[in-house]
């Protein structure tokens, strides 16, 4: 809403001056800070079709998922992050009366309502209520409250609310994130004959399954069911089934054929497509035939039983499943609240024996059953004084317990001399030198404390344990904590628990392809050449783009600066390349390159999210980290020049330098690196998947439909959006000289223009030709050539950086201004002097700007890599037989791809 529009709709509302004043300060004001991360956060940004600006969240699963229901939600209207902060007064648990600054999560403008909101999990607001109950306590109704916040808002005639995790849809928001780029799409829609053919599929059953209707297609695919499940043409119930669950997620033609089938599903068991959710573990009650039944143990094949009256039953598995299916068999839930004292401790009992345990009370119950009904001892192969002790304790159980069945348990896990054998005095000393002493940053030995704690017994006149038992007590403390303790928090982290998320929330590696992608960067191991001259340009850096479901390699970056975000936008650049579309959603690290303006412009620009993994948490990162050593071990450490050796340097000589061995230059290397991406280990079964990551991706992308309406144009547009801005993002157009950039003026005739001169307009700069530059001109992008085109020709951004860092240097060193004008550059890059850094700079990038013209599908020529004329004869003979080399390296990766396929292993290439 403009801001007449929601004036007048608010005075409507009856919302007071003071309350009006708060909501335009937050329309106006840009978030009042920058959400980061804790080390236990996952932060990011989401492009917010609804606002029209991108919305931070400081957790993935807590956050991000209130922004998902904001914007599919058509009762909200406006929502903003980080609001403008208030000060809240209350008083603390000891009385004291406190003060701060606060800052929700959102603003929002509903139809009904509007106020600040905060998200927080259920368990920080119970620890939260239990340190300052008068700021965070929970009401008669259940719902959790901020009296402070509460105050405010009220004061100014608006609302407070906390939102805890349990209000999260699971199921509704996972189904949301699926469907989201059918949902973002401007104008969705499909054409009558295939709307016809689907419905005609659905209305021939009650109901079908999602995967039925998939395995039909042959005039429709994926995409379009989706697409007619956003527009309301097909009816599917999305809070309560989920999508990926093909094979369980009903369809039908409207909402009242849904309510039908309900209806007609509670009238009948006999009905097709029935979920089943009886939960079948040890210890649970079933009914069945009108009794009631407790699950004592699930074999292979077979599942046993045991009735009220002390009946066991052994059922075979498969029968238990067609019961369960016709309905015959239906769950009834444990409550302790309903259970007697007696049958809580039979199904202790019972669930604390093991699979022998059980095994051998069957047996005997058998046995006492038969004797029991009036067999005789002597009929049994086993000594009459056993067959006494089992009726014994089996009538002993049904007169304590209510249930005989027990009493025959051998419960094992009882037995033995438990009783503790050292003084509660003793072990409380010992636990607190181990937890004030040995766990601590000083890291003393075992040993070393033992000593101390010994003294102090004996000081006390305690007989002191044995040095064996104060070292197993130390391993019965948490290990995390005793690692945290010692070493801090980075050297435990290998020790913290692993957290399986649960089956509600977003899945680790996503549903599908291009859900969820990881961008990261290594430096290869390996010495790579100059083309040109032959000399030693250090070792190259790679960025990949991988796909987290498939573990499919989308792109890859070669280069040998350092990363940055010219990396991050090329790897994106080279992905809407290969596939025209970009991720959902890119997993980065803290690195600086990965926060940049042009970088985070790029991804919100077409619709993508950012998250941020937490620092020093690789496992956050497993997708990439994995490739990295995958690729070093296989690709990189099998050429000429690797660097393994180099792990030991005080072992190195001149005879096994890599730089003496080196044979590989970049543009060469990118070649191999086409074919080992995207070829070997494309088509390799991948270890974690059983199958390989182009199988899996192929598959799934049948499933989830292709999104075409997410495809993007690789063209000249979408390749000015790589490059990247200044900090303004605009310059002004000055009369007779043009835009100012980064120290220099461009030009273009298009300035001559009257409407232009004086005007802020919009630029970029290609970081690998300073030379000329682009403006955004009468809703054309123009290209400028620069006042110094023929000095700045060519260059890189990354050239003139280190020619200003040069200047600024030598200007302190004389003691003049910092400020460098364009023609001292210019001057700079002229001169004859032999600026080491810069010419090994200017090689490096001529190596990158060759490996453009392999992207961009062109063909190496072969005068690139000529060698000098100048050579001598051993020199030529020796560069020839390196050349022989490498050409026969590319043609056993050649036949290492047919190999592999035919044989689906690594060993093969290992070997060659």
């Known amino acids: ?133 008068n700021r965070y306590s929970i009401d008669e109704s259940g719902n959790w409250r901020c009296p402070p916040a509460e105050k405010h808002a009220n004061e100014c005639g608006l609302s407070f609310r906390i939102r805890s995790s349990k209000d999260i849809d699971w199921t509704y928001q996972r189904n949301i994130r699926f469907l989201e780029d059918y949902l973002l799409e401007q104008t969705p829609n499909i054409c009558d004959e295939t709307s016809s053919i689907i419905k005609k599929i659905i209305g021939d059953k009650p109901s079908i399954s999602l995967d039925e209707l998939l395995s039909n297609q042959s005039t429709f695919d994926a995409d379009d069911i989706y697409t007619m499940m956003v527009l309301d043409e097909i009816y599917a119930d999305i809070t309560r089934y989920l999508i990926i669950d093909f094979d369980k997620f009903p369809l039908f033609l409207n909402k009242e054929a849904f309510i039908a089938y309900q209806n007609m599903k509670s009238a009948s068991n006999t009905l097709p497509f029935k979920p089943i959710t009886l939960d079948i573990s040890v210890g649970n009650k079933i009914q069945w035939d009108s009794k009631i039944w407790r699950i004592i143990n699930i074999g292979e094949s077979v599942i046993t039983l045991l009735s009220q009256f002390d009946e066991p039953s052994e059922i075979p598995m498969v029968v238990f499943e067609d019961l369960i299916i016709k309905g015959s068999i239906s769950e009834i839930q444990f409550n302790n609240e309903l259970e007697t004292e007696e049958e809580i401790t039979v199904l202790n009992m019972i669930r604390q024996a093991g ?142 628990q692993v957290y399986y998320e649960l089956s509600l929330t977003t899945p680790r590696h996503g549903d599908r392809p291009f859900e969820i992608c990881h961008i990261d960067h290594t430096e290869l191991d390996i010495e790579l050449i100059c083309s040109e001259t032959g000399g030693s340009l250090g070792r190259p850096w790679i960025t990949f783009l991988v796909d987290a479901f ?79 050593g ?37 543009e060469e290397l990118y070649l191999i690196f086409i074919k080992w991406c995207y070829e070997v280990y494309d088509t390799t079964p991948h270890s974690s998947l059983g199958e390989s990551p182009r199988e899996l991706y192929v598959r799934r992308i049948a499933k989830t439909g292709s999104r075409k309406n997410t495809y993007i144009k690789y063209d000249e547009t979408f390749k000015m959006l790589t490059l990247p801005t200044t900090k303004k993002g605009t310059a002004k157009v000055v009369v007779g000289q043009g835009v100012k950039i980064n120290y220099f003026y ?71 201004k910092k400020q ?55 020199e030529k003979q020796e560069t020839a037989s390196s050349n022989r080399g490498k050409n026969e390296v590319i043609t056993q990766l050649s036949d290492v791809v047919k190999l592999m396929k035919e044989q689906n292993s690594f060993q093969i290439y290992k070997e060659l």
């Open 630 to 666: 995958t690729t070093n071990e296989m690709l990189i450490h099998n050429l000429m020049g690797n660097t393994q050796i180099m792990k030991n340097v005080r072992q190195i000589t001149k005879e096994v330098n890599p730089k003496k061995h080196s044979v590989w230059n970049l």
């Open 355 to 496: 699979e022998k345990d059980l095994e051998d009370a069957n047996k005997k119950y058998f046995i006492v059953k038969g004797l029991l009904e009036g067999r005789s001892l002597s009929e049994y192969d086993i000594p009459d004084r056993t067959l006494r002790d089992w009726m014994k304790k089996y009538k002993d159980a049904e007169k304590v317990y209510g249930n005989g069945y027990v009493g025959l348990l051998p419960l094992r896990h009882r037995q033995g001399n438990r009783t503790r054998r050292l003084p509660l005095d003793v072990l409380e000393l010992m636990d607190e030198y181990i937890e004030n002493d040995f766990e601590t940053i000083i890291q003393k030995n075992s040993q070393t404390v033992f000593n101390a704690f010994r003294e102090k017994c004996i000081a006390k006149g305690y007989s002191p344990p044995s040095f064996k038992t104060f070292c197993r007590r130390i391993k019965d403390r948490p290990i995390n904590l005793q690692i945290k303790k010692r070493k801090g928090t980075k050297a435990a982290y290998n020790t913290e």
């Open 1 to 133: 809403m403009n801001n007449i529009k929601l004036e007048k709709w608010l005075q409507d509302k009856g919302i007071p001056n003071d309350g009006m004043k708060q909501i335009q300060n937050v329309r106006r004001s840009e978030p009042s800070r920058k959400v980061k991360s804790n080390g236990k956060n996952v932060p990011g940004f989401y492009p917010s079709k609804k606002m029209g600006l991108t919305i931070q969240f400081e957790s993935h699963k807590l956050e991000l998922a209130g922004i998902y229901e904001k914007e599919h939600d058509p009762n909200v209207i406006e929502y903003y992050d980080q609001p403008p902060s208030f000060t809240i007064r209350y008083q603390d648990k000891e009385g004291k009366n406190r003060g701060h600054r606060y800052t929700p999560d959102f603003f929002v403008i509903e139809e009904d309502w509007i106020g600040w909101e905060e998200w927080k999990t259920e368990q920080e607001l119970i620890v939260l209520s239990q340190k300052n109950p």
């Open 820 to 874: 460098i004008s364009s023609s001292q550059i210019v001057k700079f890059l002229q001169s004859a002097e032999e600026f080491e850094q810069m010419q090994l700079q200017k090689l490096k990038d001529k190596a990158v700007q060759r490996t453009f013209r392999v992207i961009e599908g062109g063909n190496q020529k072969q005068d690139d890599i000529v060698m000098k004329k100048n050579n001598t004869k051993e």
């Open 746 to 816: 461009y030009w273009a005739e298009v300035f001559l223009h009257p409407d232009v001169e004086g005007e802020n307009i919009p630029i970029r700069y290609d970081p690998y030709n300073i030379g000329i530059a682009y403006a955004y001109v009468n809703n054309y992008w123009v290209m400028l050539n620069s006042e110094n085109f023929s000095t700045l020709a060519n260059r890189t951004e990354k050239e003139l950086k280190i020619a200003t860092a040069e200047l600024r240097k030598r200007k302190r060193q004389f003691g003049q």
């Open 550 to 628: 498939s573990r499919r390699i989308l792109a890859f970056y070669l280069t040998f600066d350092e990363p940055s975000y010219r990396s991050c936008m090329m790897v994106l650049r080279e992905c809407v390349r290969r596939y025209s579309r970009m991720p959902s959603m890119i997993v980065v690290d803290g690195g600086k390159e990965f926060h940049s303006v042009y970088f985070d412009t790029l991804i919100a620009r077409y619709k993508g999210k950012k998250i941020v993994r937490p620092g020093a948490k690789p496992k956050f990162g497993s997708v990439c980290e994995r490739l990295f």
